[in-house]
T-cell receptor, first 114, second 115 residues
């Protein structure tokens, strides 16, 4: 079984300040982990993924995430928020080699204020 | 060129009707998926097909029937629509089914409203 928990349903930051979106995972197997972003009324876009290579993963638009097995966490960060980052963010887990079935977290809505 | 496309974008219909949503991908991927996003934005997989063969079938009512005429297309037919079927339905594709964390590419979604 696999699951992810996104610890915050809403996060609000000021433009230019750091972003931290928290995610904890649970998996009986070696997991692959992803962060997807969904802008209003749009489909989902992959930000980054972890697949048992480097634990610090860099993604698009300045986002990165660190896989910490001891803490079962995969938090998403960005040094400086931009207005265009306002969106819904999903932490996702899949079982490596397990049919590529994605299990989504409940999402974190990021609000960026001037 | 759109990688994963869905039609229609919006679908409004009455309870009891039958409707279809179409999905096409031009990425040359082997595997396609249907997801349902509810009003709380929770996303859950419904089905996955690999090269026209059903791979994942979550506990979805049998009023929902996916059909894959070829590996570039995966359609979703829904019989006897109910109010609870109102949601956004996303199609996705990936290169393989068992790839090590293969990225899934999502379509723009179809917003289904059942009145």
């Amino acid at each position: 079984a696999q699951s992810v928990t996104q610890l915050d349903s809403h996060v609000s930051v000021s433009e230019g300040t750091p972003v931290l979106l928290r995610c904890n995972y649970s998996s009986s197997y070696s997991p692959s982990l992803f962060w997807y972003v969904q802008h209003p009324n749009k489909g989902l876009q992959l930000l980054l993924k972890y697949t048992s290579a480097a634990t610090l993963v860099k993604g698009i638009n300045g986002f990165e995430a660190e896989f910490k097995k001891s803490e079962t966490s995969f938090h998403l960060t960005k040094p400086s928020a931009h207005m265009s980052d306002a969106a819904e963010y999903f932490c996702v887990v899949s079982r490596t080699g397990g049919g590529n079935k994605l299990t989504f977290g409940t999402g974190t809505q990021l609000k960026v204020e001037l | 060129d759109t990688a994963v496309s869905q039609t229609p974008k919006y679908l409004v219909t009455q309870m009891g009707n039958d409707k279809s949503i179409k999905c096409e991908q031009n990425l040359g991927h082997d595997t396609m998926y249907w997801y349902k996003q509810d009003s709380k934005k929770f996303l859950k997989i419904m089905f996955s097909y690999n090269n026209k063969e059903l791979i994942i079938n979550e506990t979805v009512p049998n009023r929902f029937s996916p059909k894959s005429p070829d590996k570039a297309h995966l359609n979703l037919h829904i019989n006897s629509l109910e109010l609870g079927d109102s949601a956004v339905y996303f199609c996705a594709s990936s290169l393989r089914t068992s790839g090590n964390g293969d990225e899934q590419f999502f379509g723009p979604g179809t917003r289904l409203t059942v009145l």
